[in-house]
C-alpha cells in the first residue's frame, strides 16, 4: 500500500494528483483547485508564484498523508471516529458501563 504525490501538466499549470496502490491495484485521485504554476523556461518565478507553489505543495503532501493514515485504518479495521456521530449522552454511558 502506497499512496504518492504525483504532477501531470496541463495546459499552462500543473496539476497535482494522488497515485494510490493498495493490493496490486491503481488509482488516481486528483486534488480538486490544487495546482502549481510551471517555472519559466528562462528565469525564475515571481515571489508570489514561488510562495503559491509552496503553500500548495505542503497542502497536497498533507493531504496525501491523511488519505495514507485512512487507507491504513481501514486496512486494519480500525473504525474513524471522526466520521462517527454519537450522542455525548450515549459515549459517556457506555463509557462507564464497562
Same mark, same amino acid.
Given at each position: 500500500m502506497s499512496v504518492t504525490l504525483r504532477q501531470r501538466?496541463?495546459?499552462?499549470? *500543473? +496539476?497535482?494528483?494522488?497515485? *494510490?496502490y493498495v493490493r496490486g491495484a491503481r488509482k488516481n485521485e486528483y486534488l480538486k483547485d490544487l495546482y502549481?504554476?510551471?517555472?519559466?523556461?528562462?528565469?525564475?518565478?515571481s515571489k508570489e508564484?514561488?510562495?503559491?507553489n509552496k503553500e500548495t505543495l505542503e497542502i497536497a503532501e498533507d493531504a496525501r498523508y491523511q488519505r495514507e493514515i485512512?487507507?491504513?485504518?481501514s486496512?486494519?479495521? +480500525?473504525k474513524d471516529i471522526s466520521k462517527g456521530r454519537i450522542r455525548f449522552m450515549d459515549y459517556f454511558d457506555k463509557?462507564?458501563?464497562?
Open positions: 501538466e496541463s495546459g499552462n499549470k *500543473i +496539476v497535482l494528483y494522488l497515485d *494510490i502549481l504554476f510551471p517555472s519559466p523556461e528562462k528565469g525564475k518565478l508564484k514561488s510562495d503559491h485512512q487507507l491504513r485504518n486496512n486494519y479495521n +480500525v463509557l462507564f458501563q464497562d
